[in-house]
Each structure stands twice: as C-alpha cells, then as structure tokens.
C-alpha cells in the first residue's frame, strides 16, 4: 500500500497497461459468491454495497465505443457476519434484452450509434430513419432509492425499478409521463426525509433548452435544504440536433452536444420554498470562466453566502471527448499524452452572496474570513465569481467526491473523499481536508478503485468517524478483485474481501443498511 498524506502530487505509472481489463466484458454470475476477507470487516456493516457500470462492451461484431455506451451491470457486496459475498447481474432494459436478442446494437447510447437492421428490406430501413429518437434507457450510471423501492438510472428520462436482494429487474418507468422533461441527471440531491431533488432539461421557448427542478415527495417530513444551486456549463446538447439531426445523418448523442466559451459559466441560485410549496428564482446574473462540471461535492449557506465546493475540469471544451475507449485502452503513454490536450481538473470553491446591492459595483463582495474566493458586480450588473482552488494537480482529477452526506450535506464541512484519477485512468482514494487543504491517499500498484462511498461509525462523534468502501480491480494479482474497507480518518486498511471473478469498471452506488 502506498499511503501519502500533505502535497496532491502523487506518483502513480502504468506501463504494463492494466487498466485496460476494466474496459472489458464479464458474465453474469448466477449465484453469489463467498469473498475471501483478509482483515476484520466492521460489526455496523451490515448491509449492502451496491454499484453500477458498464459490463458489455459489445454485442456480436459490433463494438460500443464510449465509456458511457457498455449495457448496466449491477454489482452487490453482501455484509453478514464479518462474511462478504459478491454477486452481479445485467439490467434487463429493452437496450440490453434487444441486443443480446439480435446480437447487434439496436438502441443509440451515448457515443455508439445504431444502425438499421442489415436483414430489413431496403423500404423497412427508410422508415426506420424516420420514426423519431428511440431514446436508450441503458441505466449504468446510479442506484437511489425513491420512497422504499430503488432505480438504477442513467441521464435521460427513463429509470428502472430494481430488487436490490436479487438483482433482478422489475419495470421501466418513463418519467415523462410525470414531469415535463427530456432527461434528468443521474446524481439527485435526497434530503434526510426521504425527498429526491433532481434537475432536467425541456424544450423551451424558440427551441431552446429549458430546465425544470423535479421534486419527488418524501415518505414522512424531516430536515430540508433551503436553496437550489444551478451552475450551467458552457456545454449544451443542441435539441434540434437531438430531435430532428439524428435519424438522418446517424448521429449519437455525442454528435448533439455544443460548447461556446464565449458563454462562460452561469451559476444560478432559486430560494427552495417561499410558502405554499412555491421556490423563487433570485433574478441575479451569476458568472464565472468557463468550466466543465459533472460533480458537485457539497454547498451549504453561511451568514448570507452560499459556499459551493465543486470537481471542475478548466475550459470549455467537453472533457467526454477524451472518454472513448479506445483512448481509455491506449498503452500508458498514449493515454497520458491524450490527458495532456484534454481541460485541466481543478476542485473549486465559488462563494455566492445573497445580498447584494447596485451601489457596490467594483467591491469584491465576499467577507467570509476563511476563504480567498471572490464576487465583484461589473457595470452591467453581472456579479463575476472567482474561486478559490481547494485542490489541483497535473493531470490529477479528485472526482466521483463523497461527504459525511448524512451529517454534513448542505452544512459547513471538513472532509471529502474522491477517485483519483490519473490522466483519467482511476488509480487512487483520495481525501481532502477542504479547510487546510491537507491530503491523504490510498494507491496499491497496478489496481484501480472505484467512487469510495462514506459509511459513518453508528457511535462516531467526528465527522470522519466512519470507513470508506470501494471495489478495487487488480488484473495481475490472484483474485482479481476485491472490496476494500479503509479507515476514513487516516485512509489505512482495515480489510479486504477478494474474488475471483472479473469485475469491469463502476460509477457510482450506494450503501444499502
């Protein structure tokens, strides 16, 4: 184990190319499996680790080719008794029931197109052009729970009903037939009583892209947040492109996506409830340099600011370009040298006042002592945030972030934990101390960990009282994979529980009590 603590700049090389087996496709496994644990796992654990990803990366001849493309696999780390079984199995969604059925790519995913049926007659394959967007409910993204039941889910409106004890799928739900959207993220905010808070995007006025804040109710009334935070990227999906573009030229939805930098980036702020159920959009221009955003690792309001601590990548360019996997099962120094054209990642800190007056145009508005980040109001009335950096090294992403959610969600905060990535390829734990900037990392030779999920001591005082969990892939050793147990407080090994079974690369999960 290489533990470093202090400076963000790690070692980490790759010459032998290991990672490229989480890019490759297992079986399903038809019964869980026993998990050899060396160390002891904790007596609170026991539940369930669950995670999702990618685990066929083709179908017959036909390749997809985007991380984001592979059909979901869903894995599940069983805790009974300081024993761990491992069991996974693929969602059954229409995309995977069809392809494995016609041995062929027959739903669009992200970056993979597909195309009409070879054994169509040529008058079935022109009509088939002309049907409109058959949107992929491929679901390799999260699992969340909703009230008492869980959905894996990935960022277009479809979601899927899963039983969590045996994997197995139980229905599609289309959320459009509730909500007026195209699509929704993957990572909703849930509140301590069970409230799901998610954003997605519509078709606005004159074709433009809309959003709309979706709110699923709670089962019993608890603890709420009090503002929403937007920030609106540079980087847009073209809806006309996405709904009239695609069937004609055979784009996927890759081909949809737009960036300007001109734009930079807006930060938007909505008041969550203003009586009668009812939010308030604060009418105020919020803008910074353009950035790319995927993960929010938490906000919270202090003494009429709200602080936002987000894993930001430099620039306006869509960092998913460099996510192909042929870029991604390149030899080291092609994928080294591929990171080095790509937007550099930064975790960033923009604080954002609330009140705010005309008169103050020119004065930087910000007057919390702790950090160095800034909000100036320009003669147009624009206010212009400028962060302040929590962590940054070359090439080195802290993505995937996790929090003592439960404690600490949209509160004032010490500790984040985050995936490692180097020159995007995933080969570390990393936790972050967002007041000092101190740093502690966990990083094996030749294995590649996955988002670490927080799971809190049940008698911890502290806010790093608790384990992290992560399924860590190492090709060249015995077993080749295994889930680790670290102590959240110094990032040391307190166990591990090893299979010996493939396990392909995951994106985020939950820990199921």
Known sequence: MYLSIGSP?????????????????VEELSEPVPATVTGRIPSFLKGSLLRL???????????????FD????????????GQVTYFNKYVKTDAYVRAITEKRVVITEFGTFAYPDPCKNIFS??????????????????????GEDYYAVTETNYITKVNTD?????????????VNINGVTAHPHIERDGTVFNIGNCMGKGASLAYNVVRIPPTQKGWACNYFVFVETPVKINLLKFLSAWSIRGSNYMDCFESNEVLGTLFHIARKDIGGGQGEYIDHKFRAAPINL???????????????????????????NYLWLANLRSNWEEVKKAAMMAPQPEVRRYVIPLDIHREEQGKNLICLPYTTATAVMRTDG??????????SGPRQAFEFPQINYEKHGGKNYSYAYALGLNHFIPDRIIKLNVKTKETWVWQEPDSYPSEPLFVQTPDGVDEDDGVLLTVV????????????????????????????????????GMYKK
């Open 125 to 146: 394959r022109f009509f088939t052009y002309f049907k409109g967007v058959e949107v992929t409910d491929n679901c390799l993204v999260n699992v969340y729970p909703i």
């Open 166 to 178: 045996t994997l197995d799928t139980l229905k599609k739900v289309d959320l459009c037939n509730y």
């Open 294 to 320: 995927f993960h929010h690792i938490n906000t919270y309001e202090d003494n009429g600011f709200i602080v936002a601590d987000v894993c930001t990548w430099k620039g306006f360019e869509f960092v998913y």
């Open 382 to 391: 624009t206010i212009w945030l400028e962060p302040e950096v929590l962590f």
């Open 9 to 25: 700049c790690y070692c980490g090389l790759h010459p032998a190319g290991g990672y490229k087996k989480i890019f490759e496709t």
């Open 53 to 67: 990803g990618p685990g066929l990366f083709e179908v017959g001849d036909e390749p997809f080719y985007h991380l």
């Open 473 to 508: 892939v190492s090709p060249g050793a015995q077993k080749s994979g295994y889930m680790l147990i670290l102590n959240a407080k110094d990032m040391s090994e307190i166990a591990r529980a090893e299979v010996d079974c493939p396990i392909p690369v995951t994106f985020h």
């Open 70 to 81: 592979g059909q979901a696999l869903m894995h599940k780390f069983d805790f009974k008794n």
